[in-house]
């Protein structure tokens, strides 16, 4: 949810009873184990809590909030109170990738700016992850040895509070001291990163992510 909604209270304008609705929705899937993403309202230092939704949902507390990191690590000004965030990823002048360029929608192209911009990062590295588990547990079960992962590996890594060690794990293996919840995913992922685009048979490849993944799911995760 890369976007947010002031909550109006004006009896003109009242948006009450669709932020309302949308609280709801909110909460129904987090129940249903739904990973929840959301954007920092973007405004700076405020005392204006509890009017942006989804951010302000206090209701929905396993919801991840995401806010922009500078290119020095640090967290944007335009975030405020960083105590406000659970992670910050980069969203200051994030360039789209040129194969990910469109004739049709030329204008976001350019360099981006802003919280949106990092809580999209977060879900596609929340995707990522699921997805290197996913391999590891099918190397597990088809490849020549155990990994350790299994069905319900994957089932873990899909709920909120396991996907949320993860991300400490790969916070805790940032490379610049921060006092901000700032995600270490370069350090993390660059020696894996590495390795996957050498010359290695498809065999080497499948268990280096395997073992990625093992180290990205604690075993106690997976009672939960």
């Not at 005392?47 to 991840?64: A, L, W």
Request: charged share 25%; hydrophobic share 35%.
């Amino acid at each position: 949810m890369s976007w947010t909604i002031r909550r109006d209270t004006d009896a003109h304008t009242s948006n009450e009873a669709d932020c309302d609705r949308l609280r709801e929705k909110l909460i129904e899937a987090s129940k249903e184990n739904i990973l929840l993403f959301c954007s920092a309202p973007d405004i700076g230092t405020t005392n204006d809590h509890n009017s942006y939704y989804p951010f302000d949902c206090k209701q929905v507390t396993e919801m991840f909030r995401i806010g922009a990191m500078k290119a020095d690590g640090s967290i944007a000004g335009m975030v405020g109170n960083g105590g406000r965030v659970d992670f910050i990823l980069p969203g200051e002048n994030v360039e789209i990738k040129e194969e990910h360029h469109t004739i049709t929608d030329r204008e976001h192209d350019s360099p981006q700016t802003g919280s949106p911009i990092a809580t999209a990062l977060a879900a596609g590295l929340a995707a990522l992850i699921i997805q290197c588990v996913k391999l590891g547990a099918i190397y597990g079960v088809y490849g020549p040895e155990s990994t350790g992962l299994s069905h319900n590996s994957l089932l873990a890594i899909k709920k909120h509070e396991a996907m949320k060690r993860t991300f400490n794990t790969i916070r805790g293996n940032s490379r610049l001291e921060s006092p901000a919840p700032r995600l270490g995913v370069e350090t993390y992922f660059e020696g894996p990163g590495k390795y996957l685009k050498g010359e290695w048979s498809a065999e080497d490849k499948w268990k280096k992510v395997a073992r990625v993944a093992r180290d990205l799911v604690e075993m106690r995760m997976e009672g939960s």
